[in-house]
């Protein structure tokens, strides 16, 4: 026996398309394109990735500083608060000079 529910079935595969595209989609985000500029930045050491206060667990445990190579993208995709996620990306300015 068939139901409409059966159709259901190509939605994990869709679901997979999407999030390969979420890539692309990511690179041209204003998250993305202020983490290029800080990354081309030479003055700029690491990225931080900075939480308000009440952010969520998966916010929380992003948070920290990070080697400009290997910056986590935004907005944190397991983000629980209910507002959304607003994790941003920092600055950490190598600005000590003799
Ligand atoms: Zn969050």
Not at 1 to 19: C, G, N
Not at 67 to 93: E, I, N, T, W
Request: with cysteine; hydrophobic share 40%.
């Amino acid at each position: 026996m068939t139901s409409p529910l059966d159709r259901k079935q190509t939605v994990p595969e869709l679901a997979f398309q999407i999030k390969d595209r979420d890539y692309e989609a990511w690179a041209n985000s204003p998250a993305a394109q202020a983490l290029k500029r800080l990354q081309a930045n030479p003055r700029v050491k690491y990225i931080v990735i900075a939480v308000p206060p009440d952010a969520c667990p998966a916010c929380d445990d992003l948070a920290g500083t990070y080697p400009k190579d290997q910056v986590p993208m935004l907005p944190v995709a397991f983000c629980s608060h209910p507002l959304g996620c607003r994790a941003y990306y920092m600055p950490y300015l190598d600005d000590i000079y003799p």
